[in-house]
């Protein structure tokens, strides 16, 4: 048989654009080397934001946590999808100005918002350090439970008649489809690469960095929030191009836990977790929430965001080797552009109107640049 489309990598992009292809009528085959809803996708806070540093971001992500509200009311109740929102929390004026751009940029772009003083602050959240100046909610923001996600879309993919083949590798792309580890061929017209950070191990042009990631679970019956926490600080940080950096990031688990995060490093490919990292962790954590001091950490992980150079992702066909796509570089906000990421595959493999500018997404790029460097 020959597949329309073979998608390397089981995670939550891959899972995504399976289900919308399948969903689609295309022919699929998803393989997965380990388990479905692994990588990137099981470390992940879940959290699914807009964020607007960026045009092209903000449009994915806007129309990525519109998908993500139309899917709630059809995803299990282990996706733990919640309607929290963002309370982007500012300590001083100069975060305040920073907080009333950020307002004005996701008013363009249709989403609203709203600006918190320091009393409303006080009064939504008071597990919140005082003194702090006072912060942007925006309400249509949420999480969910990535892994479980993940696996919900595989699912439905695989009732539409995908083939979702899970513990065996894609050993390397051939002209026909793929080559799996066990030798096996698998035939398809394209072959959709979605493997996150192993992208470079089957194309090593795709310029793809590992960014490591700490986060941290407390232990029940932390004091109650009901918002996604994030420091206005946290863009920089995601933003910075090299070294080590800590922003504050808190998400309230139903279970009375605390998720706290995130770190992010460049150059440390080992999976270990640095406890330097997770002591400046709790210590952001403590500047934001003090009762932190009183909560025990329960377990601290990392994982890999997959970076490009410019921090967006690569969507569409690389040109350098016809039929072969990507999907993949998502950084960290691949949970919420999963679903943005499918359907700007989608519309394009089916030849329909993108539901936002592909362009500023195309792999294209880099290509030169990065086959000029090989
Ligand atoms: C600490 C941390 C916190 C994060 N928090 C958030 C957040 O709050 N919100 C958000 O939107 N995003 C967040 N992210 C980012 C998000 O997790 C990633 O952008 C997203 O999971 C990428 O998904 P993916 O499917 O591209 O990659 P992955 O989830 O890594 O999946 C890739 C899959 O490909 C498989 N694979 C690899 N090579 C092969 C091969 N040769 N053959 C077959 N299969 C293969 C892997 O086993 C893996 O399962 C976070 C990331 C980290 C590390």
Known sequence: MIHDVLIVGGGIVGCAIAERLALGGLSVCLVERDCIGGGATAASMGHLVVLDDDPAELALSAWSCERWRILADALPAGADYRATGTLWVARDGEEMEEAERKQARLAGAGIASEMISAATLARLEPALAERLAGGLRVPSDAVVYPPVAAAWLARQAAAAGADIL???????LDPAGVVLADGREVRADKVIIANGCAAP???????????????????RGAPTVTHQLVELGYIKSAHSTEGDSVAFNLQPRPTGQWLLGSTRQFDDTTTGVTPRLVSGLIERGKAFVPALAAVSA??????????????????????????????????????????????LIAAQLLQTATPFDAEPFAPARFAAEYENAA
Do not use: M, Q, Y
Not at 166 to 172: C, K, L, M, P, T
Not at 209 to 214: E, L, V
């Open 166 to 172: 899970s513990g065996i590798a894609v050993r390397n």
């Open 201 to 219: 191990e089957l194309l090593p042009a795709v310029p793809i960095r590992k960014r490591k990631g700490h986060l941290l679970i407390t232990t």
């Open 298 to 343: 329960l377990r601290a992980w990392t994982g890999f965001r997959p970076t490009t150079p410019d921090h967006r992702p690569l969507i569409g066909a690389w040109p350098s080797r016809p039929g072969t796509w990507l999907a993949c570089g998502h950084e960290g906000l691949g949970v919420t552009t999963a679903l943005g990421t499918a359907d």
